[in-house]
């Protein structure tokens, strides 16, 4: 699956797994909340050694095996209308049969390979997100602890503020 994303996609992974590893005086609320969501998922579920031991592609691969990015996600979304434009392609996209507009899919060629940009597509549900916020009353990490504790079915421990838990 890495050969199928492109460089931009690791450099997101980067990002996250050096936040997880410390990013005590950093203001979440200027990144995406599925930037916040990743690093607290990093945390949750490796320690400080094996985040170490990774770097961008290595993470995303993680994310991967662990199934938190997996085929299931983008089960529900087709490609609908594409233009291409050089090394670039950008899809508009349809969700469960229905248009979505102002989401699309971009592709960037990369060793004559027609690589997904992950990242970008992500933040199409930014809005979503943002409306999920005040609806909750929750800041960006508020809602990703909110949704973790929903997903795991446990109280995340408030050390999560402060690096790996492992």
């Known amino acids: ?4 994303v492109n460089d931009e996609t690791f450099v997101f992974y980067e990002q996250a797994r050096s936040l997880a590893l410390d990013s ?6 200027s990144v995406s909340q599925t930037l916040t969501f990743m690093v607290f998922q ?3 579920n490796l320690s400080k050694a094996e985040l170490e031991a990774l770097d961008g592609k ?3 691969l993680w994310s991967v095996d662990s199934g938190l990015v997996n085929n299931k996600t983008l089960a529900a979304f ?20 229905q248009s979505v507009p102002g ?7 990369q060793n004559e390979i027609w690589a997904f940009n992950l990242i970008d597509f992500g933040k199409g549900g930014e809005a979503g997100f943002k409306e999920m916020r005040d609806q909750l009353f929750k800041g960006k990490v508020g809602l990703a602890i909110f949704m973790m504790e929903r997903t795991y079915g446990k109280k ?11």
């Open 1 to 4: 699956m890495a050969q199928r």
């Open 24 to 29: 005590s005086h950093f203001n979440f609320e």
């Open 42 to 44: 990093l945390r949750y």
């Open 58 to 60: 290595g993470t995303f």
């Open 78 to 97: 087709d490609i609908d209308q594409l233009k291409v434009e050089g090394g670039t392609a950008v899809a508009s996209v349809l969700h469960n049969g």
């Open 103 to 109: 989401l699309s899919m971009e592709f960037s060629k």
């Open 156 to 166: 995340i421990p408030a050390e999560i503020l402060s690096g790996p838990l492992k």
